[in-house]
């Protein structure tokens, strides 16, 4: 899988390069700035680019626009955003049309290797990656007659990893459940939460994420 | 002043003089055909113009007004010679006689001032004095019959150098023509002059516009009256009722003087009792308005602590300029100055009245003056306090991009490496592990030095532990160029003042090192009276300008808010000395 790697501190850069290729990940090129980085996705086409949100010129929001842009440009490269803040609203921009190739992870997430790596890979094959603090700050908002409130802790659990893009094997692993119980649990979260059962792992992201987000 | 005086005591006396002349050459006459009433009324006439006019000129010295009247007077005697036997005086008298009626309208055209302020008027009274003078004259070189339709005989017309009396009556016919166009000119001009009067002029201006206006318009008609061919008696009426304006305009001069004055002294009691009614319109600036005549006075207050004058709101105004038609009187009250009336220039002329009127409202403008004052400094104080917010949101975004961009990112670094050794441990790799351990505790001691700097610029420790004197030596310490420290306060201040103090020479310590190119710097603070003032001196390349840049603009509405105020001076090559002054409680 090849990797092209934006942020415009130095130090984590290297730090994180050197992480990826110790899992075996071909870090193509590096960026400093939205810019350098639009040149290196057009130049390399790579599988992932990861991208920090606030980089130079303006240090507000580069990261973001690039990764639009990326989306927009070129459809088979997937975008993983890093942030040292949580916001829903950039979460929400980022997702909101095509959880496909998407991810949006909290910085500090690159110190568990494993769960770094998955998030990476992921994405780089067209699934999503949404940082568990969103989907537990989506999951704790307060809504009128909420049907979350009749879906069991373990239910929950499930509808948590199925927001963060994870595929149900993944989350059998995680929870260190049969796959086949998985698929029970999502059968009955869609049935409580009135959703079209959906088989695609990414449509379904879609499909939990507007429904939490509403 | 005493040289004038008798300059125009003998010019008086030379007016009297010219009366009793005229008498003499009425009496004698053999062609006058109203030897009384011309030997009364002339004499009166004449003295009442030189008389008034020699008493403005004495009032006015710099105003030609005065002399303008003394010379209509003295024109009017010219005239009179024509009534002499001799044939020489009276042709020259019948040749000067318009001449009195010439200054006249000049002198009503020119008032106030004296002068002909308008093209207009300078054209026309110039086309008025080459009528009188030239377009007349071929009258009399040809023999024109000059004995203006006297009864008895007339002397021979000695200018005379051919006869031809029909050509002659060309020349008579032009002149008078003429003179009635400029007589029409000088009506419109004198309606332009009333219309472009203020209100307080116009008060002044009422009587002698309107005689002058009376005068021109029956002279007008008389010699429109003459140049139409109409009956004598009808040109002899105008001539009577010009001949009455003309007599009356001393008077009008001398009525208008009296009107503007007694009418603004009645006005000073008028004011005195409204200030003093608790219940009249207590709007101060419209009652000195209407004591003074002036609808367009405005009324400034002086702020002290400021050095300049306010509006009522409070907001800073300029006093107009000398020549720009409005004038500036200023209130003291007890020798200390409250504000300035700003009104026409025209009052000027009467700058006793105005002083009057302003101290007898001195104390209610010194009240309205603290009203004022106060609402100065709210203003002040709500865009200081903006501004505060302001630069304590900015501190804030510089907080966090701090934070970002140092201790976080340090602190994510630190943790990636702590994951990369752990894996290695995992793997049993314990010498990597140890290197990455090592580089990680690095990472972390780098990053407590970040948020220890971070901590100190958002309030250091030792200003609250050791106070101002140490917490300005580890400034010293820190700085990037050598800096003396001078005086220092010997007992602790009151904490926000001592925190002030701290960012004050923080600020200017920045700015040294930043632009002034300097080699070394001193810092001093003392206590003088209520105040910590704080110095810092650099011997840098100056021109600082603390309107531009944030930090000082910042420091100054931080200095504000404890009622402090900051100084820059920054003369360009000679260093810069920033001064600020925090009243201590």
Same mark, same amino acid.
Request: aromatic fraction near 6%.
């Given at each position: 899988?090849?990797?092209?790697?934006?942020?415009?501190?130095?130090?984590?850069?290297?730090?994180?390069? +050197?992480?990826?290729?110790?899992?075996?990940?071909?870090?193509?090129?590096?960026?400093?700035?939205?810019?350098?980085?639009?040149?290196? =996705?057009?130049?390399?086409?790579?599988?992932?680019?990861?991208?920090? =949100?606030?980089?130079?010129?303006?240090?507000?929001?580069?990261?973001?626009?690039?990764?639009?842009?990326?989306?927009?440009?070129?459809?088979?490269?997937?975008?993983?955003?890093?942030?040292?803040?949580?916001?829903?609203?950039?979460?929400?921009?980022?997702?909101? /049309?095509?959880?496909?190739? =998407?991810?949006?992870?909290?910085?500090?997430?690159?110190?568990?290797?494993?769960?770094?790596?998955?998030?990476?890979? +992921?994405?780089?094959?067209?699934? /999503?990656?949404?940082?568990?603090?969103?989907? /537990?700050?989506?999951?704790?908002?307060?809504?009128?007659?909420?049907?979350?409130?009749?879906?069991?802790?373990?239910?929950?659990?499930?509808?948590?990893?199925?927001?963060?893009?994870?595929?149900?094997?993944?989350?059998?692993?995680?929870?260190?459940?049969?796959?086949?119980?998985?698929?029970?649990?999502?059968?009955?979260?869609?049935?409580?939460?009135?959703?079209?059962?959906? =088989?695609?792992?990414?449509?379904?992201?879609?499909?939990?994420?507007?429904?939490?987000?509403? | &002043?005493?040289? *004038?005086?008798?300059?125009?005591?003998?010019?008086?006396? #030379?007016?009297?003089?010219?009366?009793?002349?005229?008498?003499?050459?009425?009496?004698?006459?053999?062609?006058?055909?109203?030897?009384?009433?011309?030997?009364?009324?002339?004499?009166?006439?004449?003295?009442?113009?030189?008389?008034?006019?020699?008493?403005?000129?004495?009032?006015?010295?710099?105003?030609?007004?005065?002399?303008? %009247?003394?010379?209509?007077?003295?024109?009017?005697?010219?005239?009179?010679?024509?009534?002499?036997?001799?044939?020489?005086?009276?042709? $020259?008298?019948?040749?000067?006689?318009?001449?009195?009626?010439?200054?006249?309208?000049?002198?009503?055209?020119?008032?106030?001032?004296?002068?002909?302020?308008?093209?207009?008027?300078?054209?026309?009274?110039?086309?008025?004095?080459?009528?009188?003078?030239?377009?007349?004259?071929?009258?009399? *070189?040809?023999?024109?019959?000059?004995?203006?339709?006297?009864?008895?005989?007339?002397?021979?017309?000695?200018?005379?150098?051919?006869?031809?009396?029909? $050509?002659?009556?060309?020349?008579?016919?032009?002149?008078?023509?003429?003179?009635?166009?400029?007589?029409?000119?000088?009506?419109?001009?004198?309606?332009?002059?009333?219309?472009?009067?203020?209100?307080?002029?116009?008060?002044?201006?009422?009587?002698?516009?309107?005689?002058?206006?009376?005068?021109?318009?029956?002279?007008?008609?008389?010699?429109?009256?003459?140049?139409?061919?109409?009956?004598?008696? %009808?040109?002899?009426?105008?001539?009577? $009722?010009?001949?009455?304006?003309?007599?009356? #305009?001393?008077?009008?001069?001398?009525?208008?003087?009296?009107?503007?004055?007694?009418?603004?002294?009645?006005?000073?009691?008028?004011?005195?009792?409204?200030?003093?009614?608790?219940?009249?319109?207590?709007?101060?600036?419209?009652?000195?308005?209407?004591? #003074?005549?002036?609808?367009?006075?405005?009324?400034?207050?002086?702020?002290?602590?400021?050095?300049?004058?306010?509006?009522?709101?409070?907001?800073?105004?300029?006093?107009?300029?000398?020549?720009?038609?409005?004038?500036?009187?200023?209130?003291?009250?007890?020798?200390?100055?409250?504000?300035?009336?700003?009104?026409?220039?025209?009052?000027?002329?009467?700058?006793?009245?105005?002083?009057?009127?302003?101290?007898?409202?001195?104390?209610?403008?010194?009240?309205?003056?603290?009203?004022?004052?106060?609402?100065?400094?709210?203003?002040?104080?709500?865009?200081?306090?903006?501004?505060?917010?302001?630069?304590?949101?900015?501190?804030?975004?510089?907080?966090?991009?701090? *934070?970002?961009?140092?201790?976080?990112?340090?602190?994510?670094?630190?943790? #990636?490496?702590?994951?990369?050794?752990?894996?290695?441990?995992?793997?049993?790799?314990?010498?990597?592990?140890?290197?990455?351990?090592?580089?990680?505790?690095?990472?972390?001691?780098?990053?407590?030095?970040?948020?220890?700097?971070?901590?100190?610029?958002?309030?250091?420790?030792?200003?609250?532990?050791?106070?101002?004197? !140490?917490?300005?030596?580890?400034?010293?310490?820190? !700085?990037?160029?050598?800096?003396?420290?001078?005086? &220092?306060?010997?007992?602790?201040?009151?904490?926000?003042?001592?925190?002030?103090?701290?960012?004050?020479?923080?600020?200017?310590?920045?700015?040294?090192?930043?632009?002034?190119?300097?080699?070394?710097?001193?810092?001093?603070?003392?206590?003088?009276?209520?105040?910590?003032?704080?110095?810092?001196?650099?011997?840098?390349?100056?021109?600082?300008?603390?309107?531009?840049?944030?930090?000082?603009?910042?420091?100054?509405?931080?200095?504000?808010?404890?009622?402090?105020?900051?100084?820059?001076?920054?003369?360009?090559?000679?260093?810069?000395?920033?001064?600020?002054?925090?009243?201590?409680?």
């Amino acid at each position: 899988m090849r990797v092209v790697l934006a942020d415009d501190s130095l130090l984590l850069r290297e730090g994180v390069a +050197r992480l990826l290729e110790e899992a075996g990940l071909d870090v193509v090129a590096q960026a400093g700035d939205g810019e350098d980085l639009l040149r290196k =996705v057009g130049a390399h086409k790579p599988d992932v680019a990861i991208v920090d =949100v606030r980089m130079p010129p303006t240090h507000t929001d580069e990261g973001l626009r690039a990764a639009a842009e990326i989306r927009d440009k070129h459809p088979d490269t997937g975008v993983l955003v890093l942030s040292q803040y949580i916001e829903e609203a950039y979460a929400m921009e980022l997702l909101s /049309s095509n959880a496909e190739g =998407v991810g949006y992870l909290l910085k500090d997430r690159v110190a568990d290797l494993e769960r770094f790596i998955d998030a990476v890979r +992921r994405v780089g094959e067209g699934g /999503s990656a949404l940082d568990p603090e969103v989907v /537990s700050r989506l999951l704790g908002r307060r809504r009128q007659e909420d049907p979350l409130a009749e879906i069991s802790p373990r239910e929950r659990e499930v509808l948590a990893l199925m927001a963060e893009g994870r595929s149900n094997h993944a989350i059998a692993t995680e929870l260190v459940v049969t796959e086949r119980a998985v698929e029970k649990h999502v059968t009955s979260i869609f049935n409580k939460l009135n959703l079209p059962p959906t =088989v695609d792992d990414h449509r379904r992201v879609l499909a939990v994420l507007t429904y939490l987000k509403a | &002043m005493l040289g *004038l005086r008798r300059a125009l005591l003998v010019l008086f006396a #030379l007016g009297i003089l010219f009366a009793g002349l005229d008498v003499a050459l009425v009496l004698s006459s053999n062609h006058e055909d109203q030897k009384v009433a011309t030997a009364i009324l002339g004499p009166l006439i004449g003295l009442s113009f030189i008389g008034t006019g020699v008493f403005a000129w004495w009032r006015r010295p710099l105003n030609r007004f005065g002399l303008l %009247m003394t010379g209509v007077g003295f024109a009017w005697f010219l005239a009179g010679l024509a009534d002499s036997n001799n044939a020489t005086v009276f042709t $020259l008298g019948s040749y000067v006689a318009p001449l009195y009626l010439v200054i006249v309208i000049q002198m009503v055209l020119a008032f106030p001032s004296g002068r002909l302020e308008t093209l207009g008027q300078r054209v026309v009274i110039a086309t008025a004095y080459l009528d009188a003078l030239l377009v007349r004259l071929p009258f009399f *070189l040809l023999g024109g019959d000059i004995s203006n339709g006297a009864s008895g005989r007339t002397p021979d017309n000695v200018f005379a150098i051919t006869d031809a009396p029909d $050509l002659a009556e060309v020349f008579d016919y032009t002149s008078m023509f003429v003179a009635v166009v400029v007589l029409i000119a000088s009506l419109v001009l004198l309606v332009r002059k009333r219309n472009a009067a203020t209100q307080p002029q116009r008060r002044a201006l009422a009587p002698m516009l309107w005689t002058g206006f009376a005068l021109v318009a029956f002279l007008g008609l008389a010699f429109l009256f003459d140049v139409l061919g109409l009956p004598n008696e %009808m040109a002899d009426v105008a001539s009577l $009722l010009a001949l009455v304006a003309f007599a009356v #305009l001393p008077f009008a001069f001398l009525a208008g003087l009296v009107r503007s004055r007694y009418s603004r002294a009645g006005a000073v009691g008028e004011l005195i009792e409204r200030l003093n009614n608790p219940e009249a319109d207590r709007s101060l600036g419209l009652a000195l308005a209407d004591a #003074l005549g002036d609808r367009s006075l405005k009324l400034v207050y002086w702020r002290p602590s400021a050095g300049h004058y306010v509006t009522y709101d409070g907001r800073a105004v300029q006093l107009p300029a000398p020549g720009s038609g409005r004038a500036v009187t200023e209130v003291e009250r007890e020798g200390i100055r409250v504000g300035a009336i700003i009104h026409d220039a025209s009052l000027a002329d009467e700058p006793d009245l105005v002083r009057a009127v302003a101290a007898s409202a001195a104390l209610a403008l010194e009240n309205e003056r603290l009203e004022a004052e106060l609402r100065a400094r709210l203003d002040e104080l709500q865009t200081s306090r903006s501004r505060l917010v302001e630069v304590s949101m900015f501190e804030r975004r510089r907080l966090e991009r701090d *934070l970002h961009d140092g201790a976080q990112q340090r602190l994510v670094a630190l943790s #990636l490496q702590l994951g990369l050794a752990q894996r290695r441990l995992q793997d049993g790799d314990d010498r990597s592990a140890g290197a990455l351990l090592d580089a990680a505790r690095d990472e972390l001691g780098r990053a407590l030095e970040e948020l220890r700097e971070l901590a100190r610029g958002i309030h250091p420790a030792v200003l609250t532990d050791r106070g101002l004197e !140490a917490a300005i030596e580890a400034l010293a310490e820190r !700085a990037a160029l050598p800096v003396s420290l001078g005086e &220092m306060p010997a007992e602790r201040l009151p904490p926000p003042v001592e925190a002030a103090a701290y960012f004050v020479v923080a600020e200017a310590l920045t700015n040294v090192t930043k632009y002034a190119r300097a080699s070394q710097a001193e810092v001093r603070i003392a206590r003088n009276g209520g105040y910590a003032v704080v110095e810092v001196h650099d011997d840098g390349v100056g021109g600082a300008d603390p309107a531009t840049g944030t930090g000082l603009r910042g420091l100054a509405d931080r200095l504000a808010a404890l009622d402090g105020r900051l100084e820059v001076h920054s003369p360009p090559g000679e260093g810069t000395t920033v001064r600020a002054e925090v009243p201590c409680g």
